[in-house]
């Protein structure tokens, strides 16, 4: 049984997310985006009438479920087999793009906010990192590691992925990955045998 179409809004959403861990969401427009998803730009307005704070926002929503459904997936393997499914992700997404490509998430996270104000998709960012970290801690807690413990490692697995991909993408290397790879494996193995 083949999977669904995706819709106009969902294609939307997507490319919003490609081109927002490419170029950044202060670079990124709705009438480019529309044209990347290949899309009518009056349905992107139709589909996102807040513009583009709630087309990121979805963006980010999206890459966060994404990445979310995997990690769940590859978790219930351990912590170890979850970790590697998340480094292979970002991996992939680094690689296939030519390093041109990193997080949306984190994209969004590090551009300046006006003054004052929490835009949405900073929030949404925010809530994502937080759901990344509570899947591996929980996932850590369940295969004997300490519950303080579990949170620290989870933040930092997420914290050094995250920076990882952007200086594989500074690098145009893959190095970076494999290093932190082989360091947060041994974290978690030691957390494990406490």
Not at 14 to 30: F, H, K
Not at 50 to 65: D, P, Y
């Amino acid at each position: 049984m083949s999977k669904p179409s995706p819709t106009a809004r969902e294609r939307i959403v997507a490319g919003a997310a490609d081109m927002i861990s490419r170029r950044g969401l202060n670079a990124t427009s709705i009438r480019e985006t529309a044209r990347h998803a290949r899309a009518p730009l009056g349905s992107t307005y139709h589909y996102f009438p807040e513009g583009k704070q709630q087309l990121a926002t979805e963006a980010v929503r999206h890459t966060g479920q994404w990445v979310a459904r995997s990690l769940r997936k590859e978790l219930e393997a351990g912590p170890v087999a979850g970790l590697r499914a998340f480094l292979a992700l970002w991996r992939t997404i680094v690689v296939d793009s030519d390093f041109r490509a990193g997080c949306p998430v984190l994209a969004v996270s590090i551009e300046e906010p006006p003054v004052d104000e929490t835009p949405t998709a900073l929030a949404a960012a925010a809530d994502v990192f937080t759901e990344w970290e509570g899947l591996l801690a929980a996932s850590l807690r369940e295969h004997g590691a300490e519950p303080g413990r579990a949170a620290q490692l989870a933040t930092l697995v997420v914290a050094a992925v995250e920076g990882t991909v952007a200086m594989c993408r500074a690098k145009r290397s893959i190095q970076p990955l494999d290093h932190t790879a082989e360091q947060l494996q041994a974290l978690i193995r030691t957390a494990l045998k406490d």
